[in-house]
């Protein structure tokens, strides 16, 4: 116990740390006094403006949707009970991509593009239904879910892909860079738009921890248990959806947190889902924040998106630590 | 609909397909944008005039578009069969265990940051990524206790897929001309690839084409049941590398040709075991035939859905084959 | 206890966020209105209070922007832009970086030294914007529409609707910058070019179809059925082939060479770029140009198969290039 706080701390530490370095960082260099300057009204009119409308916006997106990433993902393993599951692999990601990439490609310049990330959501939302849907057989199974999932998000990437290649506009840019995940320009409208997701579900999803731990028991002992498995199951799915939806609409598709923090809290501080989830959301936020420092620091005047750096970062980190647990179940 | 599966049967069926196979070979010879006539085709074939513009694009184009077509066709199948029995997994295939996606990346990385653009390299540049994926799949499923089960390679192709299509888009994204370079190849495409690059790679397809076939017996015995097999002697560890280098030539070089085409090598190991049953000598050359028809068909198709432009086949393969696959997903890994 | 930890976070930063809005609106003399709405109705821009110098109200994409008095520190966000400010002879503190050439087109380099380069025409880096303290910025809707409100928090924002449309860019940038007159000028230089360059041409003009294609380092082609060149084109009178008279597309990709015949034209315009690091796209270019179907294709035939530049005929898009592309059209038709 006494660990597991302590690494809740630790971890909040290193969070206001990113963040308080995250706003002295730039194009332009605001060292910590100016930055309290800013606060207090007596900064310069250039420091306060970029802190206030670009890195403040920005470093909060990056937290906001770390965190539900990361918070997706953790519930989905748990569910699943297998800890390579994340929102990539059930298509909620893809979906949303289709959707945003859809917009993109035959609305932007005739519909305000405020309406992107409500389009990514709700393509969130069709895919998981129809996953939903297809995986239904008196029930669902996880493993069901998931295959099915992995075929949803085979014909979710067929479809966005070439909707990318024959874009009338000829203008693949734009859709590339959300599809590797930005919070480039991430305004408070934004914010505001996932604040509201991410406030509501962290703590429901706290609420349900008991059954994320049953259902890491296997379907049977939990119904014996007198946990409702299915009710349980889409509830905490419906949850990952959500919080995965909600922060791809927004920072595009961002890929492995929701796959690597769950995996490095676990390592951290056990298996026990009550613990797991803050420490994985956490996490989450942490890695994404110091991907899109580095993505806007490290290769001035371009602005590199978050999401090549979770996946660079990532990818042989998730490797690394799956061959160092192969022996634990 | 049970039909006796005997020699006799399967022969014929081998037959019949090896005539469908032809008459969709002309075919895709035939349609498209413009439709030609059977003459036009034979004489293209055998009494070639420079100057006429129908024989021109029938020999130069659509001859080796639809060779292409056909090998790959092929060679996806009879990968995914061969990957079927491996993992005793009815969904795998190069696609799905991400071994399409991990030669990808490495084409990608080599074709745009490197430069590469030498034919041989990229085939072989394309091998080594769809071994690495490959293997860093089979690892990942089958650590832990429990070793290999289905759902677990399942996800480990998944997440290896998702790794490798990211680390694409990050290349695409550092470098924006890059895309330019690499876009059409990406969806998979078989229209306007070279006759070249197919006549580099034919050779390790057609060798690995008969060594599957002549591994035939042991993968019987292997599907029998691992335990089953070693104690009647068979060494299932070389087996097992010799269908893992298989499977990397036969994916890796699709890839290197077209780009990662999917859902062959899992819609068509299906439909093969169907007619001809589990016995891989039959089901091999089954699966070649029915791989070839298959995506000669979606190419022909594809020709078709967005006049003046094409559809890449890439993405006719997985609008086709999701649903199948889901259809498959549903019924259950009962194995 | 974690979920206490947890939301503590999360409010410390709506703590943080609350401080941030209340601080930053309306923090400079900028005047915006109508910020983040949808397309304008109309393209042709309105100012009111014309005076030469005082304040101007301008109409634009999204809004209206409201100027104090001449600008001195304009920055642009798009290609077009940059050439039209060194035509109107405006250096602009910040500017995008060129598509090629990297960071100006060579030949508008020469009045941009000192320029601060912003970055990727997708992607302006902002922060560096701030620093520069504009009073005028200048962007594109297909561009710019998601950050239209922190430019225009930064300082009055004009937006045009297209990035190739270079005369109704040249009109409202002149509004925007001043330079009414300049720009009349530049537009009756044009118009009278355009007036000569028919007449010298005679009737031949509609009936003759001219196509701009290019090659792609993965072995595709592509033609323009709009775009930059195909404006010129059209305000020209040249006709263009019927099958690239597409609907609602800028660019067809052609994958097979089976299409070949979708390039034609009497004329064939090719605005391929080539560069000795980039062997691949002139394999493409020879790949398509040495197969049988090409010989057989009208524009070849003739000798009319021109290879072109690419910087003015497609990706500077503004007045200087519209006239380069313009001497090169009277040297391929052989007038003057």
């Known amino acids: 116990m006494k660990k597991t706080s302590l690494t809740a701390y630790l971890l909040v530490v290193v969070l206001f740390a990113t963040a308080i ?47 539900s990433l990361a918070v997706a993902g953790s519930i989905l393993q748990g569910v699943v009970r297998n800890p390579m599951a994340s929102p990539e692999i059930l298509g909620v990601t893809g979906g949303a991509s289709a959707a945003a990439i859809a917009f993109l490609t035959f609305a932007a310049g005739t519909v ?13 939302g069709a895919v998981s239904l129809v996953l939903y849907v297809f995986a239904w057989k008196r029930g669902v199974t996880s493993m069901r879910l998931i295959l099915i999932g992995v075929g949803m998000s085979a014909l979710m990437s067929g479809v966005t892909t070439m909707m990318i290649v024959f874009n009338p506009k000829n203008d693949a840019g734009q859709a590339y860079t959300w599809l590797t995940g930005s919070v480039y320009a991430a305004n408070w409208e934004n914010v505001l738009l996932l604040l509201p997701w991410t406030a509501i579900l962290l703590p429901l999803t706290m609420l349900m921890t008991r059954h994320v731990n049953i259902a890491q028991l296997g379907d049977d002992i939990a119904t014996s248990s007198g946990s ?21 609409s927004v920072g595009g598709a961002i890929g492995f947190v929701g796959l690597l ?28 924040m110091l991907a899109d420092l580095i993505g806007r620091t490290a290769f001035i005047p371009l602005d590199v998106p978050a999401g090549v750096f979770t996946a660079a970062i990532g990818a042989p980190f998730f490797i690394y630590l799956l061959y160092a647990r192969r022996n634990e179940s | 609909m049970r039909f006796t599966r005997t020699n006799g049967w399967r022969a014929a069926g081998l037959a019949a397909g090896a005539v469908l196979l032809l008459i969709f070979l002309v075919a895709s010879l035939l349609f498209g944008a413009k439709n030609y006539t059977w003459k036009a085709a034979w004489e293209s074939l055998v009494r070639y005039d420079e100057e006429s513009v129908e024989q021109v694009i029938i020999r130069t184009t659509r001859l080796p578009r639809a060779l292409i077509a056909a090998a790959i066709g092929a060679s996806l199948a009879i990968a995914g069969a061969l990957m079927q029995t491996l993992t005793r997994n009815p969904l795998a295939s190069p696609s799905v265990l991400g071994v399409n996606a991990g030669a990808s990346f490495f084409v990608v990385f080599a074709a745009v940051l490197l430069s590469v653009s030498n034919l041989q390299a990229l085939m072989w540049i394309s091998f080594i990524g769809a071994a690495i994926a490959a293997v860093i799949v089979y690892v990942l499923g089958s650590a832990g206790r429990g070793g290999l089960t289905p759902l677990k390679i399942i996800l480990a192709g998944a997440a290896m897929t998702a790794l490798f299509a990211s680390f694409t888009q990050g290349v695409l994204a550092l470098d924006k001309q890059g895309l330019s370079t690499v876009l059409f190849w990406l969806t998979g495409t078989i229209a306007g ?11 390790y397809m057609a060798i690995s084409w008969v060594s599957a076939w002549l591994l035939a017996k042991g993968l019987n015995i292997l599907t029998m049941g691992e335990e089953t097999a070693k104690g009647l002697g068979q060494r299932t560890y070389l087996l097992k590398i010799a269908v893992g280098a298989i499977v990397v030539v036969l994916a890796g070089g699709s890839v290197a040709i077209a780009g990662p085409i999917g859902f062959i090598g899992i819609v068509v190991p299906h439909l093969s075991r169907y007619i001809a049953g589990i016995d891989h000598r039959w089901l091999i050359p089954y699966c070649a035939v029915c791989g070839a028809i298959l995506l000669l068909a979606a190419d022909i198709c594809a020709r078709f859905i967005m006049i003046p432009e094409e559809m890449p086949v890439g993405v006719m393969t997985a609008v086709i084959g999701a649903p199948f696959f889901m259809y498959i997903a549903r019924r259950g890994l009962s194995k | 206890m974690k979920r206490f930890k947890l939301l503590l976070v999360l409010m410390l930063s709506i703590a943080i966020a609350g401080c941030g809005t209340t601080g930053s609106n309306g923090s400079n003399g900028a005047k915006n209105s109508g910020g ?50 060194v035509a109107l002879g405006v250096k602009p503190v910040g500017a995008v970086e060129s598509w090629d050439q990297k960071p100006w087109y060579e030949f508008l380099r020469d009045e941009m030294t000192g320029v601060e380069n912003l970055g990727d025409e997708n992607q302006p880096n902002i922060e560096a914007i701030i620093a520069l303290k504009p009073d005028l910025i200048i962007g594109a809707k297909t561009r710019d529409e998601k950050i239209y409100p922190q430019l225009s928090a930064i300082a009055p924002t004009i937006i045009t609707e297209e990035v190739f449309d270079w005369k109704e860019n040249l009109k409202l940038a002149a509004k925007a910058l001043y330079m009414d007159e300049q720009a009349d000028k530049l537009l009756a230089d044009w118009d009278q070019r355009v007036a000569d360059f028919k007449q010298k041409a005679g009737d031949k003009l509609a009936s003759t179809e001219v196509s701009v294609v290019r090659f792609e380092k993965d072995g595709t082609a592509r033609f323009y059925a709009t775009g930059f060149a195909g404006t010129i084109f059209k ?23 089976e299409q070949m015949e979708q390039l034609d034209g009497d004329y064939i315009f090719d605005i391929t770029q080539i560069k000795e690091d980039e062997p691949s796209r002139a394999a493409a270019q020879t790949d398509w140009t040495s197969h049988p179907l090409w010989k057989n294709l009208k524009g070849v035939k003739n000798g009319k198969y021109l290879k072109v530049d690419v910087v003015t005929w497609n990706l500077s898009a503004g007045v200087l290039a519209a006239n380069s592309m313009l001497d090169d059209l009277y040297n391929y038709f052989e007038l003057k």
């Not at chain 1, 490095?264 to 890695?287: D, E, H």
């Not at chain 3, 001449?70 to 920055?75: A, D, F, L, S, T």
């Not at chain 3, 305000?235 to 060479?257: D, F, H, Y």
Request: a positive charge; hydrophobic letters at 50%; charged letters at 15%.
């Open chain 1, 21 to 67: 370095i995250s706003v002295c960082l730039g194009d332009m260099y605001i060292s910590l006094f100016q930055v309290i300057q800013s606060f207090t009204g007596k900064g310069s009119e250039a420091h306060t403006m970029i802190i206030e409308m670009l890195r403040l916006p920005r470093i909060t997106t990056a937290l906001l949707v770390g965190a």
């Open chain 1, 112 to 124: 305000s593009i405020r309406w992107l990330p409500v389009s990514a959501l709700a393509g969130a």
């Open chain 1, 228 to 248: 409702r498995v299915q009710l349980n199951r889409f509830i905490l799915l419906m949850f990952s959806v959500a919080l995965a939806g909600s922060a791809v």
């Open chain 1, 261 to 288: 923090a769950p995996h490095m809290a676990r390592k951290l501080v056990g298996a026990n889902f009550r613990r797991v989830m803050p420490v994985s959301a956490l996490l989450g936020a942490i890695i994404v």
């Open chain 2, 193 to 203: 690839r070279s006759p070249d690059m197919l006549g580099i790679i034919f050779p």
């Open chain 3, 36 to 85: 983040t709405a949808n397309a304008a109705e109309t393209e042709a821009p309105a100012a009111t209070g014309d005076a030469a110098e005082g304040s101007r109200t301008i109409e634009h994409a999204m809004g209206s922007a409201t100027l104090e008095k001449k600008p001195e520190r304009v920055v642009v966000l798009f290609n077009g832009m940059v050439d039209i400010s």
């Open chain 3, 235 to 257: 305000e020209l009178g040249i006709g263009r082939p019927q099958a690239q008279m597409v609907e609602g597309k800028a660019v067809v990709n052609l994958t097979s060479k």
